[in-house]
């Protein structure tokens, strides 16, 4: 069954099984839109394109050597060459099929490669559910084994350590999914979960707000526990390195914005440190 006219959401079991079920499936969720590359046939078509732009390159210089007449290669309008002519408008037609597909690799190269999870998610549900024939589900089931698997949905790096703690609470915590996934709207598989970005994004606003001055109180109390300097600045220096490694693995942050961050904690550090010195001479 397909959506009504009306625009009524229609749960996962109500599509045919095969093809309409599948699509129903992949489109539960933006990233489960996980499409095969073909980076081998891409190259190969590539290969066998080039070789004959070679091929046809060579028939022209080979034109152009034996040409007895020179105003033929002097003026095209005036070219009486018909062989030549007609080999040029291969050339042209080739070379626009060959430029085609170069550029469409090219985009499909600047795809994001699709997340192993994502890969996962998707091969296990064509396995335990198996809409497709065996031999149009290795497609699918392979994808494990295969990287040349991109996605459409833009990568979004600030959500990947909240959503590996959303798998492993919901692991560990089943009844957490009746509180933060939205999957029982479109399917009654209770093996799925979704979770809408607006309350992903959400989790990671608390998550922030909690961590960071955690974090930092716990930096602080640390430092405010040893009693001598030599003992401050090595453990400022490896709460330095470690914030660095933190922020670098948790976000999405390019090396100006890493540098500008680990300058201002270690300028807050140095701070405190100069404080406590000067606390401690007098």
């Known amino acids: 069954m397909a959506h009504s006219s009306s625009g009524t959401r229609q749960k996962l079991r109500h599509y045919r099984e095969g093809y309409p079920r599948l699509a129903a499936f992949v489109k539960l969720d933006r990233n489960f839109g996980v499409w095969k590359r073909f980076d081998y046939l ?97 497609c699918f089931i392979g994808s494990l084994n295969d990287n040349d698997f991109v996605t459409l949905s833009p990568p979004d790096d600030d959500q990947a350590v909240p959503e590996v703690v959303l798998d492993w609470a919901l692991k ?54 040893l009693s001598t300097s030599a003992s401050r600045a090595v453990t400022c220096s490896m709460f330095l390195i470690a914030t660095s490694f933190v922020i670098m693995l948790t976000t999405n942050a390019n090396k100006y914005n890493l540098v500008l961050a680990i300058l201002t904690y270690a300028a807050v550090s140095t701070a405190f440190l100069g404080d406590e010195a000067r606390g401690s001479t007098t």
């Open 172 to 225: 560990t915590f089943p009844r957490l999914s009746a509180l933060l996934s939205s999957s029982r709207d479109q399917t009654d598989d209770a093996n799925i979960f979704l979770f809408p970005p607006n309350k992903l994004k959400l989790i990671i606003r608390y998550l922030v707000a909690l961590l960071a001055p955690l974090w930092l109180a716990f930096h602080v109390l640390v430092l405010s526990a």
């Open 42 to 138: 891409h190259v190969r078509n590539l290969l066998d394109l080039q070789d004959e732009l070679v091929e046809l390159e060579d028939q022209l210089h080979g034109l152009d050597t034996v040409e007895a007449t020179q105003l033929n290669l002097c003026s095209r309008r005036q070219d009486s060459n018909q062989i030549r002519r007609s080999l040029l408008g291969q050339i042209r037609l080739k070379i626009e099929q060959y430029d085609k597909h170069l550029l469409g690799y090219y985009q499909l190269m600047c795809l994001p490669e699709a997340q192993t999870k994502h890969r996962q998610s998707i091969a296990h549900w064509v396995d335990g559910n198996k809409p497709l024939v065996r031999s149009e589900s290795a």
